[in-house]
């Protein structure tokens, strides 16, 4: 797998971490927030000839079953490609759907476009807060991965302004450009892949320990017997271990009655996505 040295050790690889994951998130929500401003540009329903609100409501949310089927693939080919391969698999998916949907001419070709650029979606969205919450400290944890949903509306901020802005063009490039600024996004986040670190814990369960020890060296700027690698070695390893002691997990336990109420914290996060995308 590619790495390079770009951030160094410590504070400035965490941060770099930390872009590489939000930005992602903006993408994401960029993703969302672009083709609101567009469907409603003249030169858009020319070229695609009118389409009622039955077809374009079908244009639209065909990105959805994308994503959901990119989280689908994630759960087959995840965990053995790795976070950082899944992200760069996620881009291309993102810039493939992007271009394709910037130069489409039919109904048919966008639709397809759509789709492709949702399968990467959900490939991101499925794998960059597990990355984050692998490569961060416990007590930053859930600030860093519940905080994801606000860049998602900072993206979405900036492509309704965007949309905005171009209207006042005229023309396909009011909306073509739009949708080809995705990739701007994309290839920013394929850039910080290249030097941010695969996460240990993955590494670990692949039977790489040297290297995800020397991943939490770097993250946090220790050496191999200090306190908090030591300890963040232990409790990973100690994970895997109850892992495979208790053989492969079963979607039934997902809403078991347990002492820490697992059943419980799935519906929750269940409801909150649904107010949120109501």
């Not at 540009?41 to 389409?51: I, V």
């Not at 990973?236 to 079963?250: D, N, V």
Request: hydrophobic share 45%.
């Amino acid at each position: 797998m590619i790495k390079l040295n770009l951030f160094g050790r410590g504070l400035r690889l965490q941060i770099a971490i930390t872009i590489a994951c939000q930005l992602a998130f903006i993408l994401f929500g960029y993703d969302q927030g672009v083709f609101s401003g567009i469907v409603t540009n003249e030169d858009w329903l020319n070229t695609f000839g009118h389409p009622g609100s039955g077809l374009e409501g079908i244009i639209v949310s065909i990105y959805n079953l994308g994503a959901f089927s990119g989280c689908i693939l994630t759960f087959f080919f995840g965990e053995k490609c790795g976070r950082r391969l899944c992200m760069w698999i996620a881009m291309g998916w993102i810039i493939v759907g992007a271009i394709l949907q910037c130069t489409s001419y039919s109904v048919a070709q966008i639709m397809v476009a759509r789709y492709i650029t949702g399968i990467g979606t959900g490939i991101e969205t499925s794998t960059v807060p597990m990355y984050q919450s692998e490569l961060c400290d416990a007590d930053k944890r859930g600030r860093l991965v519940s905080s994801e949903p606000l860049f998602v509306g900072v993206g979405i901020v900036i492509s309704y302004f965007f949309d905005y802005g171009m209207s006042y063009v005229g023309g396909p490039v009011a909306w073509r450009v739009p949708i080809a600024c995705q990739t701007i996004f994309a290839f920013v986040v394929i850039f910080l892949v290249f030097g941010i670190p695969e996460s240990p814990r993955w590494l670990y369960y692949h039977g790489r320990n040297e290297e995800a020890l020397q991943v939490m060296c770097d993250v946090w700027d220790s050496e191999p017997d200090g306190e908090k690698v030591a300890k963040m070695e232990r409790e990973i390893l100690e994970a895997l271990h109850l892992e495979r002691k208790h053989g492969e997990y079963k979607w039934r336990q997902l809403f078991k009655r347990d002492d820490v109420q697992t059943g419980k914290r799935v519906l929750l996060a269940y409801g909150m996505q649904c107010v949120y995308w109501d």
